[in-house]
């Protein structure tokens, strides 16, 4: 068993099944957006986070690092830090607003952009390499920043206008080479 879970070459190695675990609870987020229990989807959200980061340092730690697992750490990426924020801020608050046609080609850029954000890092990424910092704002802080315009909005102060400016300088910045962030 030991070998299963610790063989590089096994698509279900141990840190390939914490980046699984990041999609299941990526996928179960969208199921509590659906029931409006964003406390629930965002909490299941940075289980995803967590997820994300102790994959890479599994993979690391245990040598387990190859190309499917930069792949499936993308997907999941792209699933939990891209589609299901959008999503959470969509249901929450763009579906009932003013200028919902509006919304849906700024929300459709950002998941474009962080796509592309994705896909750029793979291919610019060695197996077993590790940058300091990351060019760009990687898709988890998008993702927090989306979950912060969602709290702003509900306790502070609510402007779908505003909220819609942030989602796209945050869709800007998933793909800018000015910023850099250090990396976990």
Known sequence: MKTFLFNKNNHFNVANNITFLNILFGLTAFY???????FMAVSL?????LMDIMDGKVARKYNLSN???????SFADFLSFVLV??????????????YVLLYIP???????????????????SEVSEKEKYFTGVPTPLGA??????????????SNNTLNIIVVLLIAIGFNNKLIKVKHL
Do not use: H, K, M
Request: glycine share 8%.
């Open 32 to 38: 509590y957006i659906n029931e409006a229990n964003y």
């Open 45 to 49: 959200l940075w289980l995803s986070g």
């Open 67 to 73: 190309e499917f697992g930069i792949q499936l750490d």
């Open 85 to 98: 924020p959008v999503y959470l801020v969509w249901n929450s608050l763009f579906v009932n607003g003013e």
């Open 106 to 124: 700024i929300l459709f850029i950002y998941i474009i952009f962080g796509l592309i954000r994705l896909i750029s890092f793979n291919i610019g």
């Open 144 to 157: 927090i920043l989306l979950w912060l315009i969602l709290l702003f909005d509900t306790y502070v102060y």
